[in-house]
C-alpha cells in the first residue's frame, strides 16, 4: 500500500476550502490536519472535510508529529512568519502566493528552508495549469516565433467587501497588486523574463489600499501590458504575440481550462480541462518533490519567487504601494 502524504491545512479560508477539496482528489494525498487562531473555526473546517486532528493554534499543529507538509493559506502578512515557524519545527511548506509581502521575506522564507533542509515551494498554482503549460510549450518550441508582444490581466469588483478584509485593509497587505496582480507578472516573467525597464501606476483608496495598477515591462525587442484591479471586472484574458502567430488563454486565463493557436490564418484550439479547482497539478508536483527528496521545484523554483519579489516591489516602488507594518 501507497504510504500517503499528510497535509496540514494553516488557515482555513476560502483559498484553503478549495485546495482541501482537491487535495481529496490526490490519491496519495491524506488531509491529516487543520489549524486556526480560532479552533472552533477550525474544528467547522475538520467537520467539513473529516480531518482527524484540529488546533486551535499554529504552533500546536507545527510542534505536532501529524503531519509532512503544511498548506499555508492565511492573509498575506502572515505568510513569512508561519512559514518560517512551520520550517523550523522541520515540517516542508507549500505557502500560498504571494510567497512573502516583499523580496526581503522571500528571501528569509528560502534561507530558513536551505538551512532546515526542507522543501518549500510558494503556491503559484498557475504554472502548473496545463493551459499555462501548454503555452509556454509552444514559445519555448519556435511555434508563434520571437515574442514581440504579451497582455494580461486579472480584475474583479472587490469594493464590497470590508474595510477590515483581506482585499482592504493595509494592516492584512491589501490591494490588488500582490492579491492578483501576481498572475500578470507572473505571464510576462515566464514568457519573457526580467524586463530591463518597468513603468506602472496605481489609484488608491483613502485609507491607502492600492485599488488598481497598470504595468508596462519593456524588454529590447518587447513589451508587456498587465492590469490589476478592484474596481471593476474585466475580461481576464491572456496573449502572447510573436512574429509567426498567436496564442490565446482562454478566460480566466490563471485557472483556464484551454488555451488557442493562431498561425497562418488558421486557429486551433487545445481544450485543457482541469482536474478539480486546478490546485491538483500542484499539489502533485510537490508530491513528487517529496518523494526524490527534491528541496524545491524546477518549474517554480526558490528563484523563481524571488525575482516575482523583485517584480513586485519594483512595482510598489513606483506607485507608492506601501503598507503599515513594514520598516
Known sequence: METKIKWGIVGPGNIATSFTEDLKLVKDAEVAAVASRSLERAQQFADEFNIPNVFGSYDELFNSDTVDIVYVATPHNFH??????????????????????????VEEIVAAAK?????????LWSRFNPSVQKAKQMVDDGTIGDVGYLHADFAFYGLDRGLDSR???????????????????????LILGMPKEIMAKSNFLDNGTELQTSMLFHYDSAQAVLYSGLTSASKMEAE?????????IDNMWHQADGCSLLK????????????????????????E???ANKLQRDLWSHQNSLDVAELLDTIREKCGITFPFEG
Open 264 to 287: 497562418d490564418g488558421k486557429t486551433e484550439q487545445f481544450d485543457l480541462p482541469r482536474k478539480g479547482n486546478g490546485f491538483v497539478y500542484e499539489i502533485e508536483e510537490v508530491h
Open 80 to 105: 513569512k512568519d508561519l512559514s518560517i515557524q512551520a520550517i523550523k519545527s522541520g515540517k516542508h511548506v507549500l505557502c500560498e502566493k504571494p510567497l512573502g509581502v516583499n523580496r526581503a521575506e
Open 167 to 189: 482585499l482592504l485593509n493595509p494592516e492584512l497587505a491589501s490591494g490588488s497588486l500582490l492579491d492578483i496582480g501576481i498572475y500578470p507578472v507572473f505571464l510576462a516573467y
Open 289 to 291: 518533490c517529496l518523494k
Open 115 to 123: 538551512a532546515r533542509q526542507v522543501f518549500m515551494m510558494e503556491g
Open 240 to 248: 502572447i504575440s510573436g512574429s509567426k502567430g498567436e496564442i490565446f
